[in-house]
């Protein structure tokens, strides 16, 4: 039987770039990852073009939520999983001091533009739409790993060779 992956997706926010990661990750894993999303400071609602965004394209995304990252941070009540590896996909998580995590899982940097302050609505709706497939091309090849037999080094090199487009 194969392991799940347990994944953590990263933003400062969590109302946007997170939330269409963690949503992807859990939707095109088909039960290989099991994907959770949290920011630093979240802006507690989900982007509502977000939601859409997911809708668009068939991607399941009940249960949506913006939540802080002290809900999966070492002495989180209940528990927080073990995470395997996390992908902060903002420039300010990735430079942020993180928290303990449990496991000290593989972390790399899959930075994507903020879609969530771009006006008017139709050019914040595309830029939804560029982020969501700038996530969806590196979860994919994230997920095209052969993880189970990769050592931990090895699938963060890789996953830091799919953000450098390589």
């Not at 979240?42 to 977000?50: R, T």
């Not at 009940?62 to 903002?90: L, M, Q, Y």
């Not at 930075?111 to 914040?124: M, T």
């Not at 994919?140 to 931990?152: D, G, V, W």
Request: charged fraction near 20%; glycine fraction near 8%.
């Amino acid at each position: 039987m194969n392991p799940t992956f347990n994944v953590l997706v990263l933003c400062t926010g969590n109302s946007a770039r997170s939330i269409l990661g963690e949503m992807l990750f859990n939707h095109l894993g088909q039960g290989r990852v099991k994907a959770c999303s949290a920011g630093s400071k979240p802006a507690g609602q989900v982007n509502p073009v977000a939601l859409e965004t997911l809708e668009k394209h068939g991607v399941p995304c009940a249960g949506a939520r913006s939540k802080s990252w002290d809900e999966f941070n070492a002495g989180a009540v209940p528990p927080a999983p073990t995470f395997d590896f996390i992908f902060t996909v903002c420039g300010n998580a990735a430079a942020e001091a993180c928290p303990v995590w449990p496991g000290h899982p593989a972390t790399a940097h899959w930075g994507i533009d903020d879609p969530a302050h771009v006006e008017p609505l139709e050019a914040r709706r595309a830029a939804f739409e560029l982020a969501y497939q700038l996530l969806k091309q590196r979860v994919e090849a994230f997920l095209a790993l052969p993880l189970e037999s990769m050592s931990r080094d090895e699938a963060l090199a890789a996953a830091r060779r799919i953000h450098a487009g390589e």
